[in-house]
């Protein structure tokens, strides 16, 4: 497998996200959501603008969070303050005070998490209202527990420690070696990946080969942050050898045509939207939802023969502060109901091989 060098190269990639992100900002009416047209009176700069219906819908549809505050499962929300494109948490879920469970999930199933958090709240009342969960990528997860589980977003810094960490097979039973976590570890169900591109797919994106085709703009995981592209490395080398990676990860990253993320499950359908790439790989899971939410994303399927897939697992975090939660979870995560949750996506139930 090839071995990518990306350290002198991620300054400059940061800086080309960061401008592409202010230029989409800039140029969003330019974007498949329209903007409203000239003489559209925008409502005042609170009132409104994070009262749920009042929130204007081109901004609904682009910018995050995507559904609406369905992943809080608070009670008692208070008031509600979420300004989309300017000011909102889209990967913290729940109230961060006194929490009875606390998850740390791998963030490529965010949208899952609130009818599996309200499925296991009906079967385990006890934790109605007290599920706190946290859905940035699975590397960024561990960097959180390391310090303690303070997290600083913007101008807010909070501690919420895991009681529970699901991400990938490897990784957790990596973390269950090191005693980060106490095993065994759950797996649960498996994803493949998709090619995600913006509605019509104006590119005419067929297959990974395509990536690497000339003016094509892609936005894909950045492997010193998100483990998927180790994955997306290996199906982009069965479909082209070293040739498609280095067209993708190499070539493309040092002319421009390629954005590196940060977090893929919140950026790649964001820049799509936008205008601002043709392609990205993601998981389908990721896919599904954005078309479920009748955002302008559709998907090209990736033949098995060079897909990759993963399988998701689950274990209870060493010191849990709810262990008897943690182990709640697990149970129910793999459980009929949950799995059912699930295939609403197009994951699929892991099945231990023989």
């Not at 819908?57 to 608070?74: C, K, M, S, V």
């Not at 067929?206 to 894909?220: C, F, I, N, Q, Y």
């Not at 990253?253 to 954005?259: F, L, S």
Request: hydrophobic share 45%; glycine share 8%.
């Amino acid at each position: 497998m090839t071995t990518l060098n990306f350290k002198s190269s991620l300054a400059a990639v940061a800086g080309v996200a960061m401008m592409a992100v202010m230029a989409g900002l800039a140029h969003a009416q330019s974007a498949p959501v329209a903007a409203p047209s000239a003489g559209t009176a925008a409502p005042a700069p609170y009132e409104g603008w994070g009262g749920k219906a009042e929130t204007p819908r081109y901004l609904e549809q682009i910018f995050p969070p995507w559904q609406h505050g369905a992943n809080n499962d608070t009670l008692d929300k208070g008031f509600d303050f979420s300004v989309p494109e300017a000011d909102d948490m889209a990967d913290f879920h729940g109230d961060v005070n006194n929490p009875k469970l606390v998850l740390y999930v791998a963030g490529n199933y965010y949208f899952a998490m609130a009818p599996l958090v309200k499925a296991f709240e009906s079967e385990n009342p006890q934790y109605k209202g007290h599920v706190f969960a946290v859905t940035i990528p699975p590397g960024m997860l561990v960097k959180a527990m390391k310090a303690g589980g303070t997290f600083t977003s913007g101008n807010m810094t909070f501690t919420v420690k895991p009681d529970a960490y699901l991400a990938g097979l490897k990784a957790v039973n990596a973390l269950i070696k090191s005693g980060d976590l106490t095993g065994p570890a759950v797996p649960y169900v498996t994803n493949d990946l998709t090619i995600m591109v913006p509605k019509g797919n104006p590119a005419h994106i067929t297959s990974l080969a395509d990536l690497a085709k000339p003016g094509v703009r892609l936005v894909m995981p950045n492997p010193a942050f998100e483990g998927v592209a180790g994955q997306i490395e290996s199906s982009l080398k069965k479909a082209g050898g070293d040739a498609l990676v280095d067209a993708v990860y190499k070539t493309g990253v040092a002319n421009g045509t390629t954005i590196l993320t940060h977090i893929h499950h919140r950026q790649t359908p964001l820049f799509l939207m936008q205008g601002l790439a043709d392609a990205g790989v993601t998981w389908k899971s990721e896919a599904i939802f954005q078309e479920q939410a009748g955002h302008p994303i559709e998907d090209v399927s990736i033949p098995a023969d060079v897909n990759t897939t993963a399988i998701y697992a689950g274990a209870v975090v060493k010191n849990a502060a709810h262990p008897e939660a943690a182990k709640a979870w697990l149970a129910f995560i793999h459980s009929p109901k949950a799995l059912a949750i699930f295939e609403t996506y197009q994951f699929k139930p892991y099945t231990a091989a023989k």
